[in-house]
């Protein structure tokens, strides 16, 4: 009898022990763990065959102790507390190819110390997806992209980090895409030593820096008020709702659209390789309008057209989170549409933008001592209308018609009028911000 007692006694201890260390590790684990939103609940794991790729090694997941703590500062901070007292404010500049996404990207890249920068993050995203499974699921590239955008604005670097390659060893890099166009990660708190002879093409901005310490970026990203990041990646507005509800972002989306026109124009030159197909048309012969080509345009054209209509109808977790901005409307109106930008988000136009852009608009004095950049600009943002033929032109308004009429750029119907200088093919449109 006495026994028996004894046993259950001990029994009971031994019980009370191991649920407490469940409790210690679960909740260190808890710690550990990528921060998690309850609508979309962040999974690596969802990715585990991409960082099978790098042989079935995920060392440089493992934590440092410096990666260790800095995840606990994440934890820790409120953003929410942030969004509500500092008024921190989450930009999202989605555009496509050649749409001067990079020019509109430094207005905020300008700013100064305030805003934390990322210029075209997702770049390892797609690379990493298109060498992986050929890049043709839609679905599964909206996730990753949607998903990474996430951390990043809330300056967690894990998710991006393993789908560089090659894989970051302790969370250091010499491989991040074009990290010199993001002032952000040239500052001197981000800026580890550069070592001679070792990493010779590191030439960051005004400084020389050895490879990027992603722990330091994303010390340095939490310093900051603001967050930008510039993507010409995502499809489908749509598919970031998630990032507008997080109540740890507040989250303003600008769309920056361009005439298709003139894009094709663009990138006819810029991928000559990729566009070959095309420069074969403008030379000579019949557009195939069934080509893989052309309903490859139709289908960009179509995912713009349909992200915009959304941020115009402005539902309820768009309000005042959207803004059409045309490339047409910054070339010739520069420092009026960065305003207005700036307004948008909710951020001071700070002097260094403004001198920013003044430096970089050609602007010149004329007689009357009057700054104009918009004489020129206009030349340049209708040049595309002597080397696109009017055939193709014909093509795309055939393809793309929706979408240029939703923007306000006008059809042309002849050869003369695409190339009468006195016609100009933008209509101006207000797109109210909403
Ligand atoms: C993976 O392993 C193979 C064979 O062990 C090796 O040749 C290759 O370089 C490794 N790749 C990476 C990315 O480490
Ligand atoms: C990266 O930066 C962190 C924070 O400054 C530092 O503690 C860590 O040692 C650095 N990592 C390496 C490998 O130098
Ligand atoms: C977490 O927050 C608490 C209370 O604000 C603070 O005392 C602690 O130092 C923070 N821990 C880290 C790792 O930042
Ligand atoms: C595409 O990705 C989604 C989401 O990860 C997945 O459910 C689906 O099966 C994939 N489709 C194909 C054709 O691989
Ligand atoms: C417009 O600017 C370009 C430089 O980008 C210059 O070559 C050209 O002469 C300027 N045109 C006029 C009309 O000022």
Not at 63 to 89: C, I, P, W
Not at 135 to 160: I, P
Not at 261 to 272: D, N, Q, W
Request: hydrophobic share 40%; charged share 25%.
């Amino acid at each position: 009898m006495r026994i028996k007692y004894t046993i259950s006694i001990v029994f009971f201890v031994a019980l009370v022990i191991i649920e407490k260390e469940n409790n210690i590790i679960s909740r260190v684990s808890d710690k550990l763990t990528l921060k998690q939103t309850p609508q979309t609940p962040l999974q690596p794991s969802s990715f585990s065959h991409i960082l099978l790729k790098h042989n079935g090694s995920v060392t440089s997941l493992k934590m440092d102790s410096a990666f260790t703590l800095m995840k606990r500062r994440l934890e820790n901070y409120s953003e929410h507390q942030e969004v509500v007292t500092r008024g921190s404010k989450h930009i999202l500049l989605l555009a496509t190819t050649r749409t001067g996404s990079s020019f509109v990207g430094e207005f905020f890249n300008q700013q100064g110390d305030n805003m934390f920068y990322l210029f075209e993050p997702l770049w390892h995203v797609e690379k990493m997806l298109t060498l992986d499974t050929g890049g043709t699921n839609a679905t599964a590239s909206a996730k990753a992209y949607r998903d990474v955008l996430q951390q990043l604005l809330l300056c967690d670097f894990s998710l991006l980090e393993s789908f560089i390659d090659p894989l970051p060893v302790n969370h250091i890099t010499t491989a991040l895409f074009r990290r010199e166009s993001s002032s952000s990660l040239c500052e001197e708190s981000v800026c580890s030593p550069f070592v001679k002879g070792v990493f010779e093409r590191y030439h960051c901005r005004t400084r020389r820096c050895g490879p990027l310490n992603l722990t330091m970026a994303s010390l340095s990203c939490i310093q900051k008020e603001h967050r930008a990041i510039k993507s010409v990646r995502v499809r489908q507005l749509e598919t970031l709702r998630p990032l507008a509800e997080d109540p740890r972002l507040d989250v303003k989306f600008i769309q920056l659209v361009r005439d298709p026109r003139a894009v094709l124009a663009s990138r006819m030159v810029a991928f000559a390789a990729k566009y070959k197909n095309w420069k074969e048309w403008a030379a000579g012969g019949d557009v195939p309008i069934d080509d893989d080509e052309v309903r490859k345009l139709k289908g960009n054209c179509d995912n713009i057209r349909m992200s915009a209509e959304i941020g115009l109808r402005r539902p309820q977790w768009l309000h005042g989170r959207y803004m059409l901005v045309r490339y047409e409307d910054i070339a010739r109106f520069p420092m009026r549409k960065a305003a207005e930008m700036y307004r948008f988000a909710g951020i001071p136009f700070t002097p260094q933008v403004k001198s920013w852009i003044l430096k970089n608009t050609q602007a010149s004095k004329d007689k009357s001592g009057v700054y104009s950049t918009q004489k020129n600009s206009s030349e340049q943002v209708e040049k595309w209308r002597f080397s696109l033929p009017f055939k193709i032109a014909q093509v795309v308004q055939k393809v793309c018609g929706p979408t240029l009429k939703l923007f306000g750029y006008k059809f042309v119907s002849s050869e003369d009028m695409l190339t009468d200088k006195s016609v100009s093919l933008i209509e101006d449109k207000v797109f109210t911000i909403l």
